[in-house]
């Protein structure tokens, strides 16, 4: 009985080694398949460059409707590594407060019918160049430090900032007090810090008008190109668009030469500063990439599959789409017109990508911080900026002698 019961136990003993092994097989198989198939969806997001220009890092804007300040900016930090200055990270908040100071004036002036809101657009970094300067990060303090947060958070400002413009623009106010300017001076410099007369920069002393000199960038240089029907070609006009309240001018081109412009701008070396509506269900977050699907997906807004799933109601694709619109130049006017297309967002092209069926994507820097799978990085399809570009901004060399011609641009 003893022996039969060693046997047994022996038995046993072997059946269950038999068995936590299978398991352990069992359990690794499902990782093996997951980790085959991540790597198969590594491989579906994979994106070669074809021409990759330097841009300075990521950053973030966040509680700040201030894209169009990182953006311009980081497009000139572009431009400071293309003409071999080297590398430097420009003050947004220099450029926000020139700005909001100059905004609000005109939405006086204008007694209220020019908007005063947090958003700009990229000829406010030029006009800030050339009559203001700039200064370099540190100059002020950091974005967010004066009131507790990491970085800028707007929400109250602008409501500050805001009550005391539409109060003095209303037509209830007779001969305003100029004094009000120093009111609004001395809210933004509790978010923002003092303008400095003068800051110290590796062991020398500049203003901000003389930072510029030393930078070598001419905002001269600088155009704004778009592409619209309403208005005649090859001639400047005033985009109508609430956010261009300084009422700058964009030459405006055939869609075909605007393309042909941003490929050869790239592919000549040069960055742009993209100006684009990103309300679309194409601008998809999940895989930081931008297309132009070609589905038409009913609207859900409002309904219960809204409110208890988080979906923008417009049927965001998961990944990319394989088949896209054809953007012709009417399609494009059509999608402005309607207010379907609007100045939402801006952002820096930098390059050109292949993905793995060989098409041609715009890289681009956003300014929502270093995350995503590309972090911070984006990949555009050519379509979609077809499509949705408001205005790009960029050095006059960047545009084809026959297009700059045409323009005359000298």
């Known amino acids: ?27 690794l198989l499902p990782s093996v398949s997951f980790a085959q198939d991540e790597k198969k969806d590594e491989k579906k997001s994979e994106f070669t460059p074809v021409v990759e220009n330097a841009v300075t890092s990521v950053k973030d804007q966040h509680r700040s409707g201030t894209c169009w300040a990182y953006s311009s900016l980081g497009f000139f930090e572009s431009e400071l590594l293309r003409m071999g200055k080297g590398e430097f ?28 809101s ?34 800028f958070n ?18 209830s106010v007779k001969n305003p007090n100029p004094v009000w300017k120093k009111d609004l001076e001395s809210i933004l410099a509790h978010y923002f810090g003092e303008l400095p007369e003068n800051f110290e920069y590796k062991g020398k002393t500049y203003t901000p008008q003389s930072f510029v000199q030393y930078l070598g960038i001419n905002p001269d240089d600088y155009v704004s190109l778009t592409s619209f029907n309403h208005q005649p070609f090859y001639e400047p006009f005033v985009i109508e668009v609430q956010d261009n309240w300084r009422w700058g001018l964009s030459y405006n081109l055939p869609l075909d030469e605007f393309m042909e412009t941003m490929d050869y701008a790239v ?16 601008f998809n977050s999940a895989t930081a990439t931008v297309t132009v699907p070609d589905t038409k997906v ?8 809204v409110r208890w ?9 998961k990944k990319k789409s394989v088949k896209e619109l054809e953007i012709t130049q009417e399609l494009r006017q059509k999608g402005y017109d309607s207010w379907e297309t609007t100045d939402d967002h801006g952002m820096i092209i930098y390059g050109i990508a292949k993905d793995e ?5 715009y890289m681009m820097k956003n300014s929502w911080g270093s995350n995503g799978p590309h972090k911070g990085f984006w990949y555009v399809s050519k379509p979609f900026v077809a499509y949705k570009t408001i205005n790009i901004l960029l050095h006059k060399d960047a545009v084809p002698k026959d297009i700059k011609r045409k323009l005359g641009i000298k």
């Open 1 to 27: 009985m003893r022996q039969f019961m060693n046997n047994s136990f022996h038995q046993t003993k072997e059946n269950m080694k038999k068995l936590i092994v299978l398991a352990a097989a069992a359990l």
């Open 89 to 116: 990270d420009l003050c947004e908040s220099f450029l926000a407060f020139k700005t909001y100071m100059d905004r609000a004036d005109k939405a006086v002036r204008t007694h209220g019918d020019a908007s005063f």
């Open 118 to 151: 947090e958003g700009g657009s990229f000829y406010d970094a030029v006009y800030c160049l050339k009559h203001y300067g700039i200064v370099p990060e540190g100059a002020m303090p950091f974005p967010g430090s004066l009131y507790g947060d990491s970085l």
């Open 154 to 171: 707007f929400t109250q400002l602008m409501k500050v900032a805001g009550a005391v413009v539409k109060t003095i623009s209303s037509e």
């Open 267 to 282: 592919r000549n070396g040069y960055t742009f500063a993209w100006g684009a509506d990103v309300s679309e269900r194409g």
């Open 298 to 305: 009913e609207s859900k807004e409002g309904s219960d599959a």
């Open 309 to 317: 799933t988080g979906d923008n109601g417009k049927g965001e694709p």
């Open 357 to 361: 069926d060989g098409k041609e994507w």
